[in-house]
């Protein structure tokens, strides 16, 4: 079965600094999704990636998947408290499905 | 509009006790999905049901797992009898199949706790 790690599993920045998250998957991916959850919510997602070397962006987060389709990053710009929470990765089973398994998250916390 | 819900948002129950959580999807969507968040093992999908059918309920831990979608707006999952090992939180998710957009609509979780 497919797994999907991510790395770090914590981390813990100052407002302004740069982040990234990686998520790596043990199988080519069909589709690449980051969500975030606010704790104690549900999650919400953020952007989809399904070619290999494509790059999307919302506001300050720049998602990235790699040529082979096996990896993908989550970069966010000059953090704010607002980016705080647990980014997660998931991914599809096969195309044309909705159906996803989840990374372990990476939880983030952006202090002033 | 309204989101999905999700209800109880808190259970607290003793071993053996029967639980059940009960979800409403998005109006529209054909989709549903039940997955189950621990500190342990991250978010793992239980079951996922298509046009109120179950497709894929691999994820079901066990016999004490039971879900039902008996139309499409309404959704229960049944934990019987419930043991401590349980305890997480347990979330529903629709989507409208065929978009392929991966944008699962999540609700806000029923946090269950079994003593």
């Known amino acids: 079965s497919q797994e999907l790690e991510q790395s770090p599993q914590s981390l813990i920045v100052q407002e302004g600094k740069n982040l990234t998250i990686n998520c790596t998957s043990s199988?080519?991916?069909?589709?690449l999704y980051w969500y975030k959850q606010k704790y104690g919510e549900g999650l919400i997602f953020l952007m989809m990636?399904?070619?290999?070397?494509e790059e999307k962006s919302h506001e300050k987060i720049t998602a990235k998947l790699d040529e082979k389709k096996q990896q993908s990053s989550l970069h966010i710009t000059a953090s704010q408290p607002s980016h705080a929470g647990i980014y997660l990765c998931?991914?599809?089973?096969?195309?044309?499905?909705?159906?996803?398994?989840f990374g372990t998250g990476t939880r983030l916390q952006v202090f002033p | 509009d309204a989101g999905v819900i999700q209800s109880p948002r808190h259970e607290v129950t003793e071993m053996g006790q029967e639980v059940t959580l009960r979800c409403k999807p998005i109006s529209g969507h054909n989709s549903l999905f039940w997955y189950r968040q621990t500190m342990m093992r991250g978010l793992e999908l239980l079951i996922y049901f298509n046009n109120n059918v179950p497709i894929d309920d691999s994820g079901m831990p066990e016999d004490r797992f039971s879900a039902k979608m008996p139309n499409a707006s309404f959704s229960t999952l049944k934990i019987q009898p419930s043991e401590p090992r349980d305890s997480a939180v347990y979330f529903c998710a629709s989507s409208t199949t065929g978009q392929n957009t991966g944008e699962l609509f999540f609700g806000e979780g029923s946090r269950l706790t079994v003593l």
């Open positions: 990636l399904q070619k290999g070397g």
């Open positions: 199988k080519t991916l069909y589709g």
């Open positions: 998931g991914a599809a089973q096969s195309y044309n499905t909705d159906k996803l398994i």
